[in-house]
């Protein structure tokens, strides 16, 4: 450090103020000792940071490999700006793809605000971000470009917001927009929008989100079994916060295998009810378990083909049919009722008296 062209050279010693003490902690740790322990990502962005200014190559490099294992939905849009500031090829590409990947959560964060602009660039134009509509992109735009002005020292008016807007707006895909959609978007904005014939992947749950995911786990309680017959509720429940559903793990006991089942959830509001999905179990990657009498017991993890957004003290039904009328699904319990997930604690409410089949509800 004494060495390089930085100012303490020519005074001997060398003053830090811009770095916090366990930072400093940490990086003359790794300088004398070669070695460092880090807590967190913030710990590793903020070392990242002292690392390059101090021109520790070494450390900075052990940062990106730090922070590539601590990449997550809520934290990866500030890990990415890092990664694009210093060049950390193989952290920006592991960050990209999850953002991609989640872009439908992404887009609708107040993370993706904090995104420089050549970051945002990287995801808009990408035709991988997997959103279901193409208005998440003009809206995390239009909540984008007043954090861009602050920025870039520019007052906030329509003027400066349109101004920073514009380079993206060729990018985005105006021909998957619905009149309605676009009905949505403000008048300056609308008229610098041409259609340009870009499309994007359908919007679907890749798997590497299971990476990411939590669920609600459950146990079989075997003594008892309910028929799945014309019509069978497995279960009936609420969340105290917004979750995307992605998935679930489910049991049932049948003669043969894949059943002919199908599974739906629905939305209850009051007297009615809105239908979210369906879906036919048939073509699901079932395990085959214990053999119980002339049946045996499946099991399988099945993802759904697109997130399934679900609002706070809401409460959601999942019911199965069977063509066949010969299969069985194991009464359940629930673990726990809460979940400790990055964002805090998730609550589920059960509102029926028995839970059949279901061994897992699986969360974003």
Known sequence: MLESDFSEKATGSILIEDIKPKIV????????????????????????????????????QFCGRFLETVISISNVCYIYNEACLYTLLSLKEKCL???LDAGFIILKSKAFEVLEKDSVMDIITNSDLNINS????????????????????????????????????????????????????????????????????????P???????????FHTDQEFMECVGDLLSCIRFSLDTFQYMIGLKFMVVTPECPPHIHLSMTKICGASSTNCFTMNLYSASWKEGLQMNERKRYEAQILLRQPCRLDPKTVYKLH?????????????KLFTKTLLTEKGHVNLSLHSESVWGVMGLIFL
């Open 25 to 60: 902690e940490l990086l003359l740790g790794y300088i004398y000792r070669g070695r460092v322990n880090l807590q967190n990502w913030q710990e590793g962005l903020e070392l990242l940071r002292a690392a390059h200014k101090y021109q520790v190559e070494p450390l900075v």
């Open 97 to 99: 793809k999850l953002i």
């Open 134 to 205: 193409e208005l998440m992109v003009f809206e995390a735009l239009l909540r984008w470009s007043p954090m861009q002005c602050c920025r870039m020292g520019l007052e906030v008016n329509e003027a400066n917001k349109l101004q920073e807007l514009t380079p993206f707006l060729k990018y985005v895909c105006f021909d998957d927009m619905s009149d309605t959609e676009k009905s949505a978007l403000p008048a300056a904005v609308l008229s610098c929008v041409k259609p340009n014939n870009r499309n994007r992947i359908a919007h679907c749950i």
């Open 207 to 217: 798997d590497s989100l299971l990476h990411f995911s939590h669920s609600f786990n």
């Open 320 to 332: 199965l049919t069977d063509r066949l009328q010969n299969t069985y699904c194991p009464k359940t």
